[in-house]
């Protein structure tokens, strides 16, 4: 029988961070550099951001993008104790954000496809300004991020967030690109991966390999016929029937 482990949904990094000096520098940052959220049918009351890193460092750019030329912005410049958080962890990263929940504030509950470090992308946060009062649901369970330490969130999970304090909940918000550091990492913390797809196509599976062995068979090209025998022999192994000769 097949078992199939369930992928980490939140988890707490080893890693703490001054959260004086986080609000020091949260102070360095106007209220007049905070872009409003652009998909505004996501959530109840404000929610924005200032960019610290960003499609070729531009201040007016939030939208999500899964490549471009990423460069830090001026926000960021003069935040020194931003820049030391993210410089602990030894990866790429793209978009880097402050992400501002107002007081009573709402994120409906939603899922961001491809946003699980096996995914390639792992979400982090450290939360800057925050209350017990602020709180996430993250597949139906309720957790506060606790102010100076680092958070992953599997945002392919489904997940929103709600600030019942009387104060915007303020998080330094860092995509980075998943590499064997940050993957162990996070696997020293307990973290469990998402299972790879068993036929290497997250589109296959047990209820559709074998028609599409047959339509592989039928085409009678060889690179076809070798992945049709590779498939054969992935089903045979996870069900126990006899490989193809």
Excluded at 21 to 47: M, P
Excluded at 108 to 136: C, K, M, N, W, Y
Aim: hydrophobic letters at 35%; glycine letters at 8%.
């Amino acid at each position: 029988m097949n078992t199939v482990t369930a992928p980490t949904p939140y988890l707490k990094l080893p890693f703490s961070f001054d959260l004086a000096r986080l609000q020091e520098d949260l102070r360095r940052v106007a209220a007049s550099e905070c872009i409003g959220h652009f998909n505004t049918s996501a959530y109840e009351k404000g929610w924005s951001c200032a960019p610290l890193r960003s499609v070729d460092g531009r201040t007016d750019h939030i939208m999500p993008v899964e490549s471009g030329h990423f460069e830090d912005t001026s926000i960021l410049e003069r935040c020194p104790y931003f820049r030391h958080a993210i410089d602990q962890f030894h990866c790429d990263k793209t978009s880097i954000r402050l992400m501002s929940l107002e007081a009573g504030g709402v994120i409906h509950e939603h899922r961001d496809e491809g946003g699980a470090l096996e995914d390639g992308l792992t979400r982090l946060h450290i939360p800057v300004q925050t209350s017990p009062l602020a709180t996430f649901r993250i597949d139906g369970e309720e957790i506060h991020f606790s102010a100076g330490s680092a958070w992953y969130l599997n945002a392919s999970c489904l997940h929103g967030a709600e600030n019942r304090s009387p104060q915007a909940r303020i998080h330094l918000m860092i995509d980075c690109v998943t590499n064997p550091w940050l993957a162990q990492i996070f696997q020293a913390a307990g973290g469990v991966q998402r299972d790879p797809p068993p036929y290497g196509d997250p589109s296959i599976n047990d209820g559709n390999v074998l028609q599409i062995i047959a339509a592989l068979r039928a085409g009678s090209h060889a690179t076809s016929i070798q992945l049709a025998d590779r498939l054969q022999e992935t089903h045979a192994r996870r069900t126990g029937a006899a490989a193809r000769p």
